[in-house]
């Protein structure tokens, strides 16, 4: 049995007054996740230890199967892994968003949606006024990148830009948890404020003035950490000879990376709305053909979620469902070997919120021949009745290693 886990990063969802009090799955009644679930069997599953953010990198850490309290270390280390940069022993490596500041407060996480080709020119021109032997610096995918500070503290607090829109920025600058972190506090949060400076100078951002559109004018470092030590996926389930991830987010890549996993570059694949589905969909189909185990991440439920687009995240869903899960189920049932769907979110990030939040998210395990619960529908609500109950954590890979 070969096994796929197909992710809509933040589908899940709250019920919203617009919809008729429906949650989006409810209402968009998405047909092959739907197929899936009357089919299959469902649940939900507490991605999130306690005392952990509700962020991308704890849930699909967890999803996966590993312990948190043994294996996290920020989002930077797994961004690091994800774009090749080797980390060194005394490395602090932190996701560093480029984002959207007016008049005192974050208005978008995402730098107006910034391209990885302005990016990069607004990344390097920041390394070129700031970086030096111990700050370096390095472009990721769009709004983000990372920044490496040699003997970095990584005892600090920093408040993620997805999860404070509209608010005042300057209170949520850096603090250290601990004296011995006050330095790396300070050293990030002076970087915020020269990168201000600079980023108004440059001529990305005062075209952009002129057109009156939103500028990418403020670095935000957030959720740091060194080197992580994590077993590879075969290593923790012998069921897995070999497998793949496919995600258009380094997060995600780096999660892969460390874990064992071939990393498959989708061209097209943006994080967005506008990814390239179809080319996700056969990549993952054609992975399956070689490797036991495939990951397939979908970002763009979550980055409408954080824009407050119900529209748009009403979309993306419908695009995961008709132009990505609909080809890859159509593939499996013509496959040999048997192979064994699941369909989940990481967390919820509902539009009215634009943040993560921790609650319980609706899965669903396929695979033909499997006994069926009595559950009809994909959504949060209806998979509290499904034949798996309420998993926490790594009791979801162990249920998917055992199929």
């Known amino acids: 049995m070969k096994h796929i886990i197909i992710l809509g990063d933040g589908m899940a969802d709250h019920k919203v007054e617009r919809l008729g009090g429906k949650t989006l799955l409810q209402y968009a009644r998405p047909e092959y996740m739907e197929r899936l679930a ?9 991605t999130v230890p306690e005392g952990f953010p509700p962020g991308s990198e704890v849930a699909n850490t967890a999803i996966l199967g590993y312990d948190l309290n043994k294996v996290y270390e920020g989002r930077g280390p797994l961004e690091a892994a ?16 480029i984002i959207t500041l007016e008049n005192g407060k974050i208005i978008t996480h995402n730098g107006g949606n910034l391209e990885t080709a302005d990016a990069d020119v607004l990344i390097k021109y920041l390394n070129e006024h700031l970086g030096n032997d111990r700050v370096k610096f390095i472009t990721g995918i769009q709004y983000r990148h990372l ?12 408040n993620p830009p997805h999860d ?40 990305y951002n005062i075209a952009k003035a002129a057109k009156g559109e939103r500028q990418a ?18 290593a923790q389930y012998p069921q897995v000879k070999s497998g793949a991830v496919i995600s258009a987010v380094d997060l995600i890549q780096g999660i892969g990376r460390y874990a064992g996993l071939r990393i498959i570059k989708v061209p097209g694949a943006t994080g967005l709305a506008n990814t ?60 040999d070997e048997e192979v064994c769907v699941a369909v989940l979110p990481d967390h919820p990030t509902p539009v009215e919120l634009r943040i993560h939040v921790n609650e319980p998210v609706p899965f669903i395990i396929w695979h033909k021949g499997i006994t069926p619960d009595d559950v009809q529908h994909y959504d949060e609500e209806s998979c509290v009745s499904g034949g798996y109950g309420l998993l926490r954590l790594n009791e979801f890979m162990n249920e998917l290693m055992k199929i």
């Open 38 to 46: 009357k089919e299959g069997r469902t649940g939900r599953l507490i």
């Open 82 to 97: 994800s774009i090749g940069y080797e980390m060194a022993d005394d490395d602090f490596a932190i996701r560093c968003n």
């Open 147 to 158: 920044l490496v500070i040699k003997g970095g503290n990584k005892h600090i607090i920093c």
């Open 164 to 203: 404070h829109p509209n608010e005042e920025w300057r209170p949520l600058l850096v603090k250290a948890e601990i004296p011995e972190a006050m330095e790396t506090a300070d050293l990030i949060n002076d970087l915020i404020l020269k990168s201000q400076e600079l980023l108004a100078k440059h001529p």
């Open 217 to 234: 004018n403020s670095i935000w470092p957030w959720s740091g950490g060194y080197r992580p030590s994590m077993q590879t996926l075969m």
């Open 276 to 335: 390239n589905y179809e080319g996700k969909a056969q990549a993952a189909i054609e992975a399956l053909k070689k490797d036991d185990f495939v990951f397939v991440h979908v970002e763009a439920t979550d980055e409408a979620g954080h824009d407050g687009d119900l529209d748009l995240k009403l979309k993306a869903i419908d695009y995961l469902d008709k132009r990505l899960i609909k080809p890859i189920l159509e593939a499996v049932e013509q496959m």
